[in-house]
């Protein structure tokens, strides 16, 4: 049953309700009545039914909605990190880099490694402190804490 269909029902049953009523209010006789008020509660409940299938199906809906929506997120994510590589860039500290492209103006750049896990896109920002050894500098991730420490000489440029 589609979302036009439900609310044709719902607008039927609503009809009867009415229609029933006014029987109700001709000249009948009692036992006429006592039919026309079963009759009533069955359109009651039948109406019910319906209202809780439409409800149903909303939340299927939104359900459907959301799941599509997750799916398109995912996909968009493995095209995206088909343009990385993990990559050692100083002494076993690792980042994701972009992989050679020569379509893209994009400056190069470092991602965070715990966040490319989970499926974030994070670059990593140059800092000024050395740490404790200041022979290093700091390279932090704006979205989780990671730091990295990597020598100097060592950042994220094509020619590394
Ligand atoms: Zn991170």
Not at 78 to 102: C, H, M, Q, S
Request: some cysteine.
């Amino acid at each position: 049953m589609d979302a036009t269909t439900i609310a044709a029902a719902i607008g039927g049953l609503r009809t009867a309700g009415d229609i029933a009523r006014s029987i109700l209010d001709l000249k009948i006789d009692s036992e006429i009545s006592e039919k026309v008020i079963e009759l009533q509660r069955q359109i009651l409940s039948a109406q019910e039914a319906a209202l809780s299938t439409q409800q149903l199906q909303m939340e299927l809906l939104e359900t459907k909605r959301q799941l599509e929506k997750e799916i398109a997120d995912l996909k968009a994510w493995d095209r995206e990190r088909e343009n990385y590589e993990l990559k050692d860039i100083a002494r076993g500290t690792f980042a994701y880099v972009p992989k050679p492209n020569p379509n893209t103006s994009e400056p190069f750049h470092w991602l965070c490694t715990n966040c490319f896990e989970t499926r974030k896109k994070s670059i990593l920002q140059a800092g000024q402190s050395g740490g404790s050894n200041s022979r290093d500098r700091a390279y932090h991730c704006g979205l989780c804490s990671n730091t990295i420490f990597v020598p100097w000489r060592v950042a994220p440029t094509k020619s590394e």
